[in-house]
């Protein structure tokens, strides 16, 4: 959503002393100002909510005073995870404490007020200006990230428990679906249910939304969480990550190497990559060991140098582990949407492109693997080695059924029924989710 935001302007102003704002997100890029929510009718009134330094910042304004203005305690850096943020305001309470409370995921954070609320002040959101979502003014400060279950509520307070709970089997805390609340005049209930109409308001009360940019519909959302590209653990020298950490594309001379956030140790798995642009020899991607991701956070080199590493050599077709090459599929050229299938049941990987497994590999029979016997003691992670000069950037499809912006064309699934590919997914693998993750841990 990094060039995507939404815009609403409302006929009239609601109650600026009482209201509440609920929203589950997951980041993507760190370390940089991104609005998620604002209003910006001017400069002398405006307010926002953003990540700033990987704290939760709030900032309010009226007639070019300061009336409202703290920060989270806590950084938020986790761009594995979704986090339900409430916003709670009333500034009608008597006691200063009461009035702006945060909680994150259910519970009450810590804040650092420059400027409490004064009791009956109005704080400039709900007025009649211009609110946006993902973005401070519409041109600046873009929320990079996803969004689900974005609540506005005109006229009431209500705490995090009105929009979430802890599942009693998995103890984690997920979203209710269809919250018991009064949205008043201007509130309004974005689900993004419909991918053609991504501000459609679901409140009843006809507040849509318009929207600016590419916004795209995806299957991660806050009750099944799909892996992306792990910000946070990317070796040697940063590759750059864009459309949700879902491609990466070089930026300097050096290796590069990026890896899922989710890895797995059981079960059979399988992933896409559309490819943009031409390879050289030093673009590799394929399965890794969590002992060579560590290796290649300081080694600074290919993807496959170890023998818990298994890759494709991009310009050739060549497969490589343990530093060697050998022949064994062909090139993938720009365009090319390359696929892994990873069985961690019988220690086997394929690797194939355009919907034909390489040296007529057949992943649910288990014949013609690229490699057999592979060391399944430790964690896998999908990823791979970007170089300059080498592909302008690789999109990563977990099951999300995209490929950057442009949604797959013939949507496969998984016999499971969960995530969206390109290709038919060999019979018995799945997404690199959550929910396939339990199911398989759980059966």
């Known amino acids: 959503m990094a060039s995507t935001y939404l815009t609403k302007t409302f006929g009239s102003a609601g109650n600026q002393k009482t209201w509440t704002h609920s929203v589950w997100l997951k980041r993507s890029k760190l370390s940089t100002f991104q609005a998620y929510f604002s209003n910006y009718t001017d400069g002398p009134n405006r307010g926002y909510f953003a990540f700033y330094d990987d704290n939760i910042y709030f900032y309010n304004q009226v007639?070019?005073?300061?009336?409202?203005?703290?920060?989270?305690?806590?950084?938020?850096?986790?761009?594995?995870?979704?986090?339900?943020?409430?916003?709670?305001?009333?500034?009608?309470?008597?006691?200063?404490?009461?009035?702006?409370?945060?909680?994150?995921?259910?519970v009450e954070i810590s804040l650092t007020f420059t400027t409490t609320p004064l009791q009956n002040a109005d704080l400039p959101i709900n007025d009649n200006g211009a609110h946006y979502i993902s973005s401070e003014d519409g041109s600046s400060s873009m929320f990079d990230g996803v969004m689900a279950h974005v609540h506005f509520i005109d006229g009431t307070a209500y705490d995090a428990s009105t929009f979430g709970q802890t599942d009693a089997t998995t103890g984690i805390w997920k979203p209710k679906t269809a919250p018991s609340v009064t949205y008043g005049t201007n509130g309004f209930f974005l689900k993004f249910a419909s991918a053609g109409s991504l501000g459609t308001d679901s409140s009843g009360n006809g507040n849509n939304f318009t929207l600016s940019g590419s916004g795209t519909q995806t299957q991660d959302t806050p009750s099944n969480v799909f892996a992306t590209l792990n910000s946070v653990y990317k070796a040697n020298s940063q590759p750059t990550f864009s459309v949700g950490n879902l491609r990466q594309a070089p930026n300097t001379t050096t290796y590069q190497n990026a890896f899922s956030t989710i890895g797995v140790t059981s079960g059979k798995w399988y992933v896409e990559m559309k490819v943009n642009g031409t390879a050289n020899s030093a673009n590799y991607y394929g399965v890794v060991a969590e002992t060579e991701v560590d290796y290649l956070q300081t080694a600074g080199n290919v993807v496959g140098t170890t023998d818990k590493a298994f890759a494709i050599a991009m310009a050739s077709g060549d497969k490589r582990s343990n530093g060697s090459n050998s022949s064994y599929g062909s090139a993938i050229a720009n365009t090319d949407i390359f696929m892994i299938a990873l069985d961690l049941d019988n220690a086997k990987v394929w690797f194939g492109k355009n919907g034909t497994w390489f040296a007529s590999g057949d992943p649910a029979s288990g014949s013609n693997p690229a490699f057999s016997g592979i060391n399944t003691d430790y964690p896998y992670f999908f990823g791979g080695t970007a170089y300059q000069n080498g592909y302008t950037s690789v999109d990563y499809n977990f099951g999300n059924g995209?490929?950057?912006?442009?949604?797959?064309?013939?949507?496969?699934?998984?016999?499971?029924?969960?995530?969206?590919?390109?290709?038919?997914?060999?019979?018995?693998?799945?997404?690199?989710?959550t929910k396939s993750i339990n199911a398989q841990e759980y059966s």
């Open 63 to 106: 007639g070019g005073s300061d009336v409202c203005e703290a920060r989270s305690s806590s950084v938020y850096r986790d761009t594995s995870a979704w986090y339900h943020i409430v916003v709670k305001c009333d500034t009608t309470q008597a006691t200063s404490s009461d009035r702006f409370k945060v909680y994150i995921n259910g």
């Open 402 to 433: 995209y490929f950057g912006t442009t949604a797959v064309s013939s949507a496969q699934s998984p016999s499971d029924g969960i995530g969206i590919f390109e290709y038919a997914v060999p019979s018995g693998y799945k997404a690199l989710c």
